[in-house]
């Protein structure tokens, strides 16, 4: 029951409400490597990151073939700033399973921030190459280290954006729902800014004149989300 009620949280975004069922269900079961795994990831998801690196350790003590434990420990290590150790907990996840497009991510991350861009982005050309739904995250990454490399061309980044649009994009044309929104001229215009690096980022710097600047103008409705 307790684990039940943890994965309702966890489907949820409950990740206060997940630990004390999460904690009751390993009281119960202590050898469940699963489980601390599980929390290990709520641990992650509110930033108590040295709480999550005890927990997932723990869980790899207990199955030290747990693959998704070694791509989360992986996580927090780089979030930690130990690039190193994460390169080496990644690289024990993807020799685990090589079709793990996490893994491959979680790798070409740790080897990025080590200024190791090749190796970084075969990294992530490797985890797109993966049947996984973080494929498009890998080929954005790709996309991202592409534009650092001055030895690409304007056009050769182009046609990997693109690729990328014909690819992601296209599919979901179809389910896009149309505009409602009234013509008339004098209403504010409600504008929608849609980023993960709100937070904790160097575009917070750039972004936030941009956003002041904007309220001050009347005809303008602005609304950030971090996502």
């Given at each position: 029951a307790w684990k039940v009620l943890a994965h309702v949280y966890q489907a949820e975004n409950g990740w206060k409400e997940a630990i004390e069922p999460l904690q009751r269900a390993m009281a119960a079961d202590p050898l469940d490597a699963v489980l601390r795994n599980n929390l290990g990831v709520v641990l992650l998801s509110l930033e108590r990151l040295a709480e999550a690196e005890t927990v997932l350790r723990q869980a790899l003590a207990l199955a030290p073939d747990y693959?998704?434990?070694?791509?989360?420990?992986?996580?927090?290590?780089?979030?930690?700033?130990?690039?190193?150790?994460?390169?080496?907990?990644?690289?024990?996840?993807?020799?685990?399973?090589?079709?793990?497009?996490?893994a491959w991510i979680?790798?070409?991350?740790?080897?990025?921030a080590q200024d190791r861009q090749a190796e970084a982005q075969v990294c992530y050309y490797k985890a797109d190459m993966a049947h996984d739904p973080r494929r498009a995250v890998a080929h954005s990454n790709v996309i991202y280290l592409l534009s650092h490399d001055v030895l690409v061309s304007p056009e050769v980044l182009?046609?990997?954006?693109?690729?990328?649009?014909?690819?992601?994009e296209e599919p979901l044309k179809e389910a896009r729902i149309p505009c409602t929104n009234g013509v008339n001229p004098d209403?504010?215009?409600?504008?929608?800014?849609?980023?993960?690096d709100f937070c904790h980022h160097a575009l917070t710097?750039?972004?936030?004149?941009?956003?002041?600047?904007?309220?001050?103008q009347n005809v303008f409705e602005c609304h950030a989300y971090y996502a």
């Open positions: 693959n998704k434990a070694w791509v989360n420990l992986a996580t927090v290590l780089r979030l930690l700033g130990r690039y190193e150790e994460a390169e080496a907990s990644s690289r024990c996840a993807v020799q685990m399973d090589e079709t793990d497009a996490a979680q790798l070409g991350n740790a080897l990025e182009w046609q990997e954006q693109r690729a990328y649009g014909q690819r992601f209403r504010r215009l409600r504008i929608g800014f849609v980023s993960g710097e750039f972004t936030e004149p941009v956003f002041k600047a904007l309220a001050q």
